[in-house]
């Protein structure tokens, strides 16, 4: 499991973060589930992550950290999320050697809905449904950044034994 000492920054969603470059989704249906994403890697291997992905540049402008979360939400699962669903938990360094941050956000939604890629560029990707409390349905906990972002979100309430 990756595990560093990373600098967490509480967001404010009415602030602009330049060395922020990606959004993460922490989206939780109405029975608890959270949506992840199994990917193939370049090298064949799977990957699990949660929904999520970079800031574009549209139309010559930066997309806002909302812009960006709600675009990426769409285009992995098809979900249509409005501002008030989004609660910001906080940013964190992508890794040791990095100055970018990643920004956690949480999506409380009031139903499971079914989950359908909109983009030819995501079709790489499988967008899932887990109980993160159910034992052999944690395939996010191989990732500490996930982890604490699940803890961060009040998804679960204690690391899992390892």
């Known amino acids: 499991m990756e595990k560093f000492n990373q600098p967490v920054t509480k967001l404010d969603l009415t602030l602009e973060y330049e060395s922020i470059t990606g959004c993460i989704a922490i989206i939780v249906a109405d029975d608890g589930d ?24 549209i139309r010559g402008k930066r997309e806002t950290l909302l812009e960006c979360l709600l675009r990426e939400v769409w285009e992995e699962t098809g979900i249509i999320v409005s501002p ?37 560029a995501e079709f790489e990707s ?25 803890l961060s979100a009040g998804v ?5 034994e390892s």
């Not at 956000?105 to 499971?112: D, R, S, T």
């Not at 887990?130 to 982890?147: E, G, Q, S």
């Open 34 to 57: 959270v949506c992840f994403h199994r990917r193939k890697s370049m090298n064949g291997a799977e990957t699990v992550s949660l929904v999520g992905g970079k800031r574009e540049f």
């Open 84 to 120: 008030e669903q989004v609660t910001p938990i906080f940013a964190i360094q992508k890794h040791p050697m990095s100055f970018e941050q990643l920004a956690f956000f949480k999506i409380q939604l009031a139903n499971k809905p079914d989950l359908v890629i909109q983009t030819p």
């Open 126 to 150: 499988d967008p899932h449904w887990c109980n993160p409390k159910v034992k052999a349905d944690k395939p996010l906990y191989r990732y500490y950044t996930n982890m604490q972002a699940l």
């Open 156 to 160: 679960i309430m204690e690391f899992p």
